[in-house]
């Protein structure tokens, strides 16, 4: 079975699938807290207030929801008009 | 990072090929060790932008205590982010 290399494997390749998708959502937690915490948060204080901690609950939300705006717009655009530079001159 | 990349050639030594749970956990480790150097590349650079005025000649009491309080403030942010988009994207596999 492992004669191909390890890539045959179908263990690892479960594994690099499951770590992959795991990886993929770290990046983004990275990424998300990175630029919720410039929108969000003002002096440290010694503990995450309500607001503060509402503020970052809708900031992921809102950063989702933009990225999935985007995908929409321009799989419309695309179809639409053929290409993103003709809509960009609007 | 260097010295995990080095570990590799142990483990060919016996078979000649590599034991799929030796690669697994190592790979496990290797990420592992990322995400944590990410996680405090990005505090430092948060922290030291808000605690951190003119830089003088070394950290004064009241920076290092807010640096103090920023890495812990960070940490419940990252947990709060994490949890926020963990729940997000159980609602939208539930829509499917």
Known sequence: ?90 | MDSFGSDFSSGAAESGKMDPGTIMEQVKVQIAVANAQELLQRMTDKCFKKCVGKPGGSLDNSEQKCIAMCMDRYMDAWNTVSRAYNSRLQRERARI
């Open chain 1, 1 to 90: 079975m492992d004669t191909q290399g390890v890539t045959a494997d179908p263990q690892l390749q479960q594994f690099i699938e499951v770590e992959s998708q795991k990886e993929r959502f770290q990046q983004l937690v990275h990424q998300m807290t990175d630029v919720c915490w410039e929108k969000c948060m003002d002096k440290p204080g010694p503990k995450l207030d309500s607001r503060t901690e509402t503020c970052f609950v809708n900031c992921v939300e809102r950063f989702i929801d933009t990225s999935q705006f985007i995908l929409n717009r321009l799989e419309q655009t695309q179809r639409g008009r053929g290409s993103l530079s003709e809509s960009m001159s609007d």
